[in-house]
């Protein structure tokens, strides 16, 4: 299986870098990981519901151009779908077992994903109905699909 983690704007911050490096190490086990970084927006501090549009659709576009049509699209969204994790392992398994080797997660920016790159997947995942920076975000989905393969080969790991 490959996944890419496909995200808007790079991570700056030692800790979280760190903290990715360690959970694509332990993912190799597994499949094969990948982050793909698309370019952020600069956002003005007041802008304009037209500004926040406009920024979403730049980085819309270019998170679209990184999206493979024979990916399997799951998009990190408020408003999608939640499981536990015993859910998301189990929809993980599903996928494979259907025949998917390819799943991209995509991760907006501070403003979120447009409406473009919402329509291209084929689901929207909520880990919660908070805001979380991105960076933080990207460590969370790599534990929770590490912790997903653990869960469907039965491995030991914490609760």
Request: positive net charge.
């Amino acid at each position: 299986m490959q996944i890419d983690i496909v995200c808007v704007g790079k991570v700056k911050e030692s800790f979280f870098r760190g903290a990715l490096e360690e959970y694509k190490k332990r993912l190799g086990r597994y499949c094969k990981c990948s982050e793909i970084e698309v370019a952020d927006e600069k956002t003005p501090d007041s802008a304009s519901e037209e500004e926040v549009r406009q920024i979403k659709d730049k980085e819309g576009v270019r998170l679209l151009s990184k999206l493979q049509d024979n990916a399997y699209v799951i998009a990190l969204a408020i408003e999608g779908k939640s499981f536990t994790s015993e859910g998301f392992a189990a929809e993980l398994e599903r996928l494979a077992v259907g025949g998917t080797s390819h799943i991209q997660f995509v991760i907006g920016g501070s403003l979120g994903l447009s409406p473009q790159v919402l329509q291209r997947a084929n689901l929207l995942l909520s880990f919660s109905k908070m805001t979380f920076p991105h960076q933080l975000m990207r460590v969370i989905l790599l534990e929770q699909i590490y912790r997903s393969y653990r869960i469907q080969r039965n491995e030991p790991y914490h609760k």
